[in-house]
């Protein structure tokens, strides 16, 4: 996760830090994320974000680091058959419907369940719910929980047994609890069942293998992309860790300010206050997410500082014709109708502070030693 910092923050084409992978502070059973900005049904939610540029920060650089001949090593992952299987089931079900099926639940399909759960013979609210609709194999839940309704008919009930893993929250941690589950139904995607015209119907793909071909290549893509990216971390934290900073506690929360920022917008869109939605979403505090974010914050206050002294160091400069290409660029990936209607959101400054912390961060990796 935190590589991907370094694209995000460097990216004002992304709208926070969607689709977070932190885990819930007090996760009893669910470990879903939170929805899409997008599913709220609202565009341009990217000028809600509270935004922290370096001309905010009173933080400073005392000592910079060396930058220059770096040692680091890009790995690419390797793309397997399995990684492009589940890419395309991912796929296909936002382009399915959910039938009911009579018959016994298998891998991959949706079970409608009532759950109550109980540590030490007692239950608490957290491990509750009621026709919740769980993906088997989605790893959703609790490990150990999805499997053991492998078989499952509807209207059984059916219990089941397993032990919290040692890194959940502390009053269940490493402990055992006996969940009592209803099933109310089975059901499968329509996607399992697809034909070739139907795939093209629905994805635009002609074939199966049509699609295979597409998303492995895509895949691929994005194994290089995280590589640059992993290297960038590793390249850019050897500089963090040998550069000196006097950190002002008031630029770290107003960077943990402009994360949570991300989630005040989602909240508005659904008509709720912050706190009902973390609750409901992430079954968190505000008071939780500013802890887990802090050494983020911290994190990107020195990135900010280091790559501006650099910037600095090196004569950097962003040209009229840079700038205006890359307006041109987000325009056209952002939807906005024109330059003046999307500098309107993203001002000249924080364009152009964006495009030079990009040109620091090439200035390190080409100048890097890479195995």
């Known amino acids: 996760m935190m590589a991907g910092l370094i694209l995000s923050a460097l990216a004002l084409t992304a709208c ?7 885990q819930k502070p007090d996760a009893a059973v669910e470990t879903e994320k939170s929805p899409d900005a997008a599913d709220a049904g609202e565009e341009g939610t990217a000028a809600e974000y509270k935004r922290v540029s370096y001309k905010d920060l009173s933080s400073k650089v ?30 296909k079900k936002e382009s399915s419907e959910l039938v009911d099926v009579d018959r016994e639940a298998k891998e991959k399909d949706v079970v409608v369940i009532d759950y109550t759960g109980y540590v030490d013979g007692k239950t608490t609210e957290e491990l509750q719910g009621n026709e919740y609709s769980l993906e088997l194999g989605s790893g959703n839940f609790v490990p150990g929980f999805e499997e053991q309704l492998i078989g499952a008919v509807a209207e059984e009930d059916r219990e089941v047994n397993l032990t919290f893993p040692e890194d959940y929250y502390e009053e269940i941690a490493g402990k055992e609890v006996r969940f009592d589950v209803h ?13 070739e015209d139907t795939l093209k119907e629905k994805l635009g793909y002609d074939s199966e293998a049509d699609m295979t071909a597409s998303v492995r290549e895509e895949l691929i893509t994005g194994a290089e992309s995280e590589a640059d990216a992993n290297l960038d971390y590793d390249l850019i934290n050897q500089v963090l860790d040998k550069s000196e ?24 869109m659904y008509g709720v206050d912050l706190a009902t939605y973390l609750q409901t979403y992430l079954n968190a505090t505000e008071d939780q997410l500013r802890e887990m974010y802090k050494e983020t914050a911290v994190f990107r206050v020195e990135l900010v500082l280091a790559l501006k ?14 700038y205006n290409a890359r307006v041109e660029e987000m325009v056209k990936q952002l939807g906005y109708e024109n330059a003046s209607a999307l500098e309107a959101v993203y001002t000249r400054d924080m364009v152009e502070e964006q495009m030079l912390q990009e040109k620091a961060t090439s200035l390190i990796r080409e100048s890097a030693v890479i195995s």
């Open 16 to 22: 926070g830090n969607k689709g977070t992978e932190e």
């Open 62 to 91: 005392v000592n910079l680091g060396e930058y220059k001949g770096l040692e680091g090593k890009r790995t690419v992952e390797e793309v397997t058959d399995e990684d492009v299987e589940d890419e395309i089931w991912q796929i």
């Open 183 to 195: 099933v109310h139904k089975v059901q499968e995607y329509d996607a399992v069942n697809w034909d």
């Open 245 to 268: 900073f006097d950190i002002q506690d008031a630029d770290v929360a107003a960077y943990t300010d402009e994360m949570l920022s991300e989630y005040e917008t989602y909240a508005s």
């Open 309 to 322: 002294e650099i910037a600095d160091k090196e004569g950097l400069t962003v040209s009229e014709e840079e």
